[in-house]
């Protein structure tokens, strides 16, 4: 199993919106949470071998519940990943936290 955390920025019409996204990965699994907009939520989906993903979940903004299903990369290093809502994409993107960060969050 390989546990990764990441700094990440979600691009929205109101601006960027920073916060953090923690994946699991065992085999071609791939789970963990995004924590965005004041709220912690859990994902699920899969991985290749060479870090492309499709994954689902939710976000929770002020007004709305979003369900997405995003598409894009994970790597050891960064993820980038384009969600699609029900109304519009979000374009998802960040670096790996270091082991000492880890830590400290």
Request: net charge negative.
């Amino acid at each position: 199993m390989s546990e990764k955390i990441y700094r990440v920025f979600m691009s929205t019409p109101l601006g960027k919106k920073y916060g953090t996204l923690a994946a699991s990965i065992v085999g071609s699994d791939l789970s963990g949470h995004l924590d965005i907009l004041a709220h912690s939520e859990p994902f699920e989906g899969t991985i290749d071998s060479t870090g492309n993903c499709v994954i689902s979940g939710v976000f929770i903004t002020l007004m709305h519940r979003v369900p997405y299903k995003a598409t894009g990369t994970l790597s050891d290093s960064s993820v980038h990943l384009m969600m699609q809502g029900e109304r519009r994409t979000y374009e998802l993107s960040g670096n790996r936290v270091s082991e000492k960060e880890e830590t400290d969050l």
